[in-house]
């Protein structure tokens, strides 16, 4: 196990055949190119984000490459409130009778501004989507993951997320927190089979990146579709027993 680089992970394609596991923020970016190589490598997928086109777009993609038919869930995870997540769990469990896995994938920049003059308003609902968000739904969706021989929790990073850097304000914030989060669920499910870990998946090519970095030449910096080997590892056999890590997908 040891020797396994997560960044360049290949697994066989049956990888994760018989596993239910959950993406949010899977319509777009980062997300959704996860959600396509998990269920490529045998996943059923729960497609979890606030706009139904583009995860019922997804579900056509992933059921005409053959690969077993996911489910859909719309949530705004910045207004959802406690009933939503539990009729979330509810219907995983219905449907689904597991959970072994949750890509907390979803997020937002909010602005770039110095702290002297961030909005308080974005910054409380950076926090919220960001973090919070994260944390119900980990608590929300525990007792699912507990039944789960097996269970994986990935949260999203950032490399603003570990060294602080001007204006990037809860965003940066946000990320600090989850790695904090992520560590702290890690220490507290040591002796469980479910493992926590964290990555950042460095520079990406997605709207979010766009947004922060307008004048960059997106050909330059990697595709979503280049950066989903560590999350195939953390979700899969070979990292059983690895936890409490944050790691690079680049
Ligand atoms: P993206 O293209 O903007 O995608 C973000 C996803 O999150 C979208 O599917 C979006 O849905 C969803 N989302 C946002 N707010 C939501 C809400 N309130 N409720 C439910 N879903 C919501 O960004 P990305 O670059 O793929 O980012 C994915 C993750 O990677 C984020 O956590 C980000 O912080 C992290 N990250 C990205 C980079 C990078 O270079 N791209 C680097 C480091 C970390 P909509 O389509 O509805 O907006």
């Known amino acids: 196990m040891t020797d396994i680089d997560p960044r360049t992970y290949s697994p066989e394609g049956t990888h994760l055949e018989g596993r239910f596991v959950l993406v949010t923020g899977a319509g777009a970016g980062i997300g959704r190119a996860v959600a396509r190589a998990f269920a490529a490598h045998g996943a059923r997928v729960g497609l979890l984000g606030r706009k139904i086109e583009p995860l019922e777009s997804l579900y056509d993609e992933i ?6 038919r996911p489910s859909i869930a719309t949530m705004d995870l910045a207004t959802a409130n406690g009933p939503a997540y539990f ?7 219905k449907e689904f009778g597991r959970l072994d896995g ?3 994938n979803a997020g937002i920049l909010g602005v770039r501004s110095p ?11 950076v926090l919220h989507v960001n973090l919070t968000a994260a944390f119900v739904m980990t608590q929300t969706l525990l007792p699912l993951l507990q039944a789960s021989a097996d269970a994986s929790i990935i949260f999203t990073s950032s490399g603003v997320g570990r060294q ?16 904090g989060l992520s560590q702290v669920l890690a ?13 950042n998946p460095g520079r990406t090519r997605t709207a979010m990146r766009r947004a922060a970095y307008p004048g960059e030449d997106p050909l330059s910096i990697a595709a979503p579709e280049d950066i989903v080997a560590p999350y195939l590892y953390l979700m899969g056999r070979d990292s059983r027993g690895v936890t409490g890590q944050s790691f690079d997908a680049q």
């Open 63 to 68: 059921v005409t490459a053959g690969g077993p």
């Open 87 to 93: 009729e979330l769990a509810d219907s995983i469990e």
């Open 102 to 104: 949750i890509v907390h």
């Open 115 to 125: 702290i002297a003059h961030y909005d308080v308003g974005t910054w409380t609902e």
């Open 164 to 179: 602080g850097r001007a204006y990037w304000g809860a965003y940066a914030v946000s990320k600090f927190g989850t790695e």
């Open 187 to 199: 220490d507290e499910l040591s002796a469980t089979p479910i493992r926590v870990n964290c990555i």
